[in-house]
């Protein structure tokens, strides 16, 4: 593919709609955004340049991480070259008529349901999972059945011709995601020493006391980690990865000693992003 044609070109997991469209549309003005069904999809389609970066969440502040997209960046190539947080709002869609005691399913992508839970179980809606919120939002539309509901953003409502039937249901009024900006190398941050945080992906030895002494090394050196959360490996029974956000400049001098003695009590360290 022609790579000045890639360089306008803008992955996301989803529809037009989803809340990636959304990020990827505000943070991309003027780029061709291509929408693949899947994060695994929109991921390689950066690592196999057909696109030149791919917008997709990491973190929802209420439900948690986004395992899948972690995995793909312990496993993967790609680089967070920025991190964009976005409020979102999730709202009961049903077709035109319809009301919300109407309603006996609702349909979601499942991190979108579990920010509802609790709207969802008082309501007594029979959960049905979506690949994406927008998609849901379209089957919506295309069944016209009024005892169906999507839980989506009200964008989504305006592109299918869907009426809101009750805004804002997440749980958590602050409900807000993190979007990574994957790419081949850093675009943004020419001077890596610009960049005032990273993402730090590692494991530990299988011995007593390793983790502790992993995360001692980070703060030994003034890294002040904001997130540390572990994924099952997928390579090994009871085998874990830990991923840090951390605030500093880790191509620093004392990045670079931090990241020379962090080896020396892990099996896999990875820099898996730099930002501001």
Known sequence: ???????????????????????????????????????????????????????????????????????????????????????????????????????????????ALAQCEHYI????????????????????????????????????????????????INEMKDNTTKFAVLRKEYIKHINSESSNSFMLIFTVNNVAGALSKAISVISEYGFNMKVLRSRPSHQKAWEYYFYVEAEGHIDSPDGVKMLEKLKEVCNLVKIAGKFN
């Open 121 to 168: 179980r008082k309501h007594s809606f029979e959960e049905v999972l979506a690949p994406n919120t927008a998609i849901a939002a379209k089957e919506v539309s295309e069944l016209g059945d009024i005892h169906l509901a999507a839980i989506a953003s009200k964008e989504t409502a305006t592109l299918y011709g869907l009426d809101i039937l009750q805004a804002n």
């Open 1 to 111: 593919m022609d790579s000045e044609k890639t360089k306008n070109q803008i992955a996301y997991s989803g529809v037009e709609g989803a809340f990636a469209h959304i990020v990827a549309k505000k943070a991309f003005p003027g780029y061709l955004l291509i929408a693949y069904a899947n994060f695994e999809e929109a991921y390689n389609a950066v690592l196999e340049n057909r696109c030149s970066a791919a917008v997709l969440p990491i973190e929802n502040s209420y439900v948690g991480e986004v395992g899948p997209v972690l995995d793909l960046m312990v496993g993967g190539n790609l680089v967070a070259d920025d991190i964009i947080s976005y409020q979102i709002s999730q709202n009961l869609l049903g077709v035109k008529g319809a009301k919300t005691e109407d309603i006996k399913k609702v349909i979601s992508h499942s991190q």
